[in-house]
């Protein structure tokens, strides 16, 4: 693979709380065009790593490139208007504004128009459009105007996915995405992930191994912030250094969703 290949890409990623090394030395290159799980037991530093890639931290050392280009010391608007759209562990939509507002919200930001209060009707009505076809492309056409609050768990998800489409990410950061679901909400949204990573790159921290298993292309795996392991599922899910990092109950789970 050339370096056009890889639409991110981290070199020697690291961060330090006070003496304790959350991240150290990190190398991770994500594919265009895949989804990339990032993998690992509790405090292995996973969400130090979304937190560092989309700016919410400042790196200790080491580069983070996107498209080539060395945004490591972008400022979060900055890493937002280039592409890097990230959707957050706690679902974050506007409880009291419709489905369709809320991703209208999402359309109006990218469009740079967040606080154009004034913009007559017809300008709304183009989004309104545009946001139907996002909210059909997620399965919430018929939720149009119910008010995000009153939606089921699952669904609240799919419309946080739909929101962080309205911004045309080229780069989603997915952080556990199927979180507190049932098997019911887990078997939707995973399929829905796989349905809007076509023509996307997704990165994704995730903790349920089978949906892992069932969309994943490539698989890193963290532990006490450094990478333990890295490839394809099958490859992964048999590496000895990742079940005994894992033990008990999660190897049982790895072993289980490669089955």
Known sequence: MTANDFILETRGLSKGFRGFT???GVNL???RGTIHALIGPNGAGKTTCFNLLTKFLEPSAGQILFNGEDITHERPAQIARRGIIRSFQISAVFSHLSVLENVRVGLQRRLGTAFHFWRGGASLAVLDEQAMALLGEVGLAEYAHTLAVELPYGRKRA???ATTLAMEPELML???PTQG???E???RVTALIKKVSAGRTILMVEHNMSVIAGISDTITVLQRGEILAEGAYAEVS???QVMQAYMGTAEAEL???HG
Do not use: S
């Open 22 to 24: 959350a991240v150290n």
């Open 159 to 161: 419309l946080e996915i």
């Open 181 to 183: 679901m049932g098997h």
């Open 238 to 240: 048999k590496n000895p």
């Open 255 to 257: 072993e289980g969703a």
């Open 29 to 31: 290159r994500v594919t």
């Open 185 to 187: 909400d887990v078997d």
């Open 174 to 176: 997915l952080d556990e």
